[in-house]
């Protein structure tokens, strides 16, 4: 072999060699910023709704996120597909963060309706937005019914059939 | 090896084995500037000198600070105030450094433009100069995160959310981001990471290669003049200190430096101690609560006129949704001045008020900023959001304009 190609050997196979080390550890430094697997498996919360009073905004949390649940009064129109019926009361079940950049809206009784603070953003009591730059209606979370409790990650059939309308 | 004689002095000895007589000649008694220029092109200087003291009093910061959720507040707001002897001046100079840092570097940057000093062989120093900006907003951004007060975990919240906005993997990205569904701990360790060590490692480095980028083309002066620096040096060395147009950057040029310097280091002090509350929002001082946001949130003043045209679009135009339309016109905000040179398409270097179209775009920019920056502080209701509008929509058009006024200011003025 001449001396111009044992150098461009040893620059190919430098190359090689350089290029799968440099694959490998992107991919391990992606992974080392994932999540935790004890962070992707955080559990379920479980909520009693048998108690909470009429028009005033209970918050839970579940996988850090806090979740709204309000219990409607007589005078509140329930909307299909974004409200559930547990016993004998409607509820509005939705991860309270504004969808617009995920500040969390405050609820005001009277109006009936969320007022984000960060951006302006509304919303009604069934979260759908109504004024501002949020793009759609506050998230429903995956939820079973059972009895008078709400177990939050978990999907049940209400849920099915409300994701199915909406 | 060379061969080496007994050196006569400790300079010579030096000199022998590091070359130092040469280097010093190279990088400050023959690195020549332009006569012709006024305290703006100090600006550089004193943005080194805050840099200088930010990583110093950064260190200090860091012998007590606790990246950890449970500590950090406690560690920032007891600890480092009350209980360090002078922890809390560490922290005045740090916050108040952070916030006049970009004072300076916003006035080092609209000087740039004024003087055209972006554009014609400039074209490298301006680049690594935005490479810088993008550098301190990271460090300022990522710094702010670690008191773990209301106001930054919420800042913390809203910046990482605005990269869900990109297609397709937009939120999966904020979970890789955050290390967790929401801002939490991990959150927290990571940013802690880049603000002490990525980015001040990759901030040195642009600094070292923004002053590279300066060598070739030179500084610009006052009057966008292009001169020979050999042939002015030539005149300098020979005596000739009068006629010639430049000095050399030591002693001459940086005495002068260190007037400036000097003025400025009164100001920064002045603030430090006796008007720091602009740099520790009082809201911050409330430990973070993931449950809560606060009634009004808004970032640093540096970051607000960005701020306001990410929210300035809060209604759909053309099936786009405002949400989409606040973050593509957040992301042009951000990478347009990259692109000044090429946006620029007139020939002319002199100072913005000497060129006939040039001055009303910039004079109207700096107006537009100032807009942008008052309004980004007040809540977005009723009329604001209106005002907010239509200065995003002003800012986005300015640049949308510029190579057309430029090209009709080429033609007018002949290609000078
Ligand atoms: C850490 C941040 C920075 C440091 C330490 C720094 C330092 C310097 C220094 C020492 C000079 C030479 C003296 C002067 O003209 O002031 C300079 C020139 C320059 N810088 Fe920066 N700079 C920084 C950020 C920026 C930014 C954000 C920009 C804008 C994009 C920028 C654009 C320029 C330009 C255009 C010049 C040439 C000025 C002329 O030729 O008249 N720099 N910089
Ligand atoms: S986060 Fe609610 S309106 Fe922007």
């Not at chain 1, 909307?79 to 995920?102: A, E, P, Q, W």
């Not at chain 1, 949020?134 to 059939?161: H, S």
């Not at chain 2, 005149?235 to 940086?254: C, E, H, M, Q, R």
Request: charged share 15%; aromatic share 18%; proline share 5%.
């Amino acid at each position: 072999m001449t001396n111009e190609s044992r150098r461009g050997f040893i620059g190919k196979a430098f190359g090689a060699v350089a290029g799968v080390g440099a694959v490998a550890s992107l991919v391990a430094m992606k992974k080392t910023w994932d999540p935790l697997p004890s962070v992707m498996s955080a559990g379920f919360t479980t909520v009693d709704v048998s108690a909470l009073a009429e028009n005033k905004l209970e918050v839970v949390v579940w996988r850090g996120k806090p979740v709204f649940i309000l219990k409607y009064s007589a005078d509140m129109a329930p909307t299909d597909g974004r409200n559930v019926k547990v016993g004998d009361h409607y509820f509005s079940v939705m991860i309270g963060l504004c969808t617009h950049l995920g500040c969390i809206p405050a609820y005001l009784p009277d109006a009936h309706q969320f007022k984000c603070a960060c951006h302006g953003g509304e919303f009604t009591a069934d979260g759908v937005n109504t004024f501002g730059p949020p793009p759609r209606p506050l998230d429903i979370p995956p939820f079973k019914v059972d009895g008078v409790t709400l177990v939050l990650g978990e999907e049940g059939e209400e849920y099915k059939a409300m994701t199915a309308k909406a | 090896m060379a061969e080496f004689k007994k050196a006569d002095s400790m300079l010579e000895w030096f000199d022998q084995r590091l070359g130092v007589v040469n280097f010093v000649k190279v990088m400050m008694t023959e690195y020549w500037i332009p006569k012709n220029i006024n305290f703006l092109w100090a600006m550089g200087v004193v943005i080194t000198v805050l840099f200088t003291l930010l990583l110093v009093s950064g260190i200090f910061l860091l012998m007590y600070y606790k990246p950890d959720v449970n500590m950090a507040f406690d560690s920032v707001n007891f600890t480092i105030m009350q209980d360090v002897a002078y922890g809390w001046l560490f922290r005045h100079i740090h916050a108040v450094g952070a916030s006049v840092v970009f004072l300076v570097i916003y006035i080092h940057m609209f000087t740039g433009i004024y003087y055209g000093s972006y554009k014609k062989g400039r074209e490298m120093i301006w680049i690594s100069g935005m490479l810088l900006f993008v550098l301190f907003s990271a460090e300022g951004f990522s710094g702010y995160m670690l008191p773990w007060g209301q106001m930054s975990y919420w800042a913390a919240y809203v910046i990482t959310e605005i990269f869900g906005g990109i297609p397709l993997i937009g939120d999966e990205l904020v979970v890789w981001i955050r290390g967790n569904f929401y801002v939490s701990d991990a959150t927290l360790t990571r940013f802690f990471m880049l603000h002490v060590l990525l980015i001040p490692l990759a901030i040195l480095g642009a600094i070292v290669f923004h002053f590279y980028a300066l060598r070739f083309p030179h500084v610009n002066n006052e009057e966008g003049e292009f001169f020979d620096f050999d042939e002015e040096a030539e005149k300098y060395k020979a005596g000739d200190k009068k006629g010639s147009k430049v000095i050399p950057f030591w002693p001459v040029f940086l005495s002068k430096d260190f007037m400036v310097v000097g003025f400025f280091m009164i100001f920064f002090f002045y603030l430090t101690f006796y008007h720091y509350g602009f740099a520790m929002d009082a809201i911050n001082f409330d430990k973070a609560d993931g449950l809560k946001t606060p009634a009004h949130i808004y970032p640093e003043w540096y970051f607000l006129w960005s701020y306001e045209v990410l929210r300035g679009f809060f209604f759909d135009i053309a099936g786009i949704s405002g949400k989409d339309l606040g973050l593509i016109a957040f992301g042009i905000a951000n990478a347009i001045f990259f692109l000044l040179p090429w946006l620029d398409r007139s020939p002319m270097v002199k100072p913005a008020n000497q060129r006939p179209y040039f001055k009303y775009w910039f004079w109207i920019l700096m107006a537009d900023l100032i807009v942008l920056t008052i309004y980004g502080k007040l809540p977005p209701t009723g009329v604001n959001a209106w005002v907010g509008f239509a200065s995003s929509m002003t800012f986005l058009v300015l640049f949308a304009v510029l190579p057309f006024i430029t090209k009709l200011e080429a033609k007018k003025v002949g290609g000078k």
